[in-house]
């Protein structure tokens, strides 16, 4: 259950925007996976054969991890992505400029994250100063639930 004392107004404010998105904007959902494990099998599947379910062995070799970001256009489906080594503001800025470039210049863009704390580090306020057509919109604390792109 959520703590956040501004839970209602986050949730009406979210779900006002899932279900009436504003005129001449777009509303992306976005998320981040990290630490995403990149592992192969040590052998090829095993052949198949009749009456037999495909069959892989248990060793894997790891390839270490990378950071996924994922943008979802929550009215056209569309998904803007990028995969980082790192997990920070930095990187989360880079990725803000990567929906920047991929989003038509008259269109308004609303993102709707987390409560990572990579969202509300000074660098990303002053990008978001230097970029008024963005507006970050939170979900309350403990209301993962809410992120469409988590479905």
């Not at 929550?74 to 997990?87: C, F, L, P, Q, Y």
């Not at 100063?129 to 919109?137: I, Q, W």
């Amino acid at each position: 259950m959520s703590n956040d004392p501004q839970f209602i107004e986050k949730v009406r404010g979210v779900v006002g925007l899932y279900r009436n998105p504003p005129e001449a904007a777009l509303v992306l959902c976005v998320d981040e996976e990290t630490q995403v494990q990149a592992l192969d099998r040590s052998q090829p599947v095993f052949p198949m054969r009749p009456g037999v379910p495909e069959r892989q062995s248990h060793n894997y070799v790891r390839h270490g991890t990378t950071n996924l970001y994922a943008a979802l256009d929550v009215a056209s489906g569309k998904v803007i992505a990028d995969m980082t080594e790192r997990h920070r503001a930095d990187e989360f800025r880079r990725f803000l400029n990567l929906i920047n470039r991929s989003v038509a210049d008259d269109l308004d863009i609303n993102v709707i994250v987390d409560n990572s704390s990579t969202h509300k580090t000074p660098e990303i306020h002053r990008w978001l100063v230097r970029h008024p057509r963005f507006t970050l919109h939170f979900i309350p604390t403990y209301s993962s639930w809410m992120n469409l792109v988590e479905r």
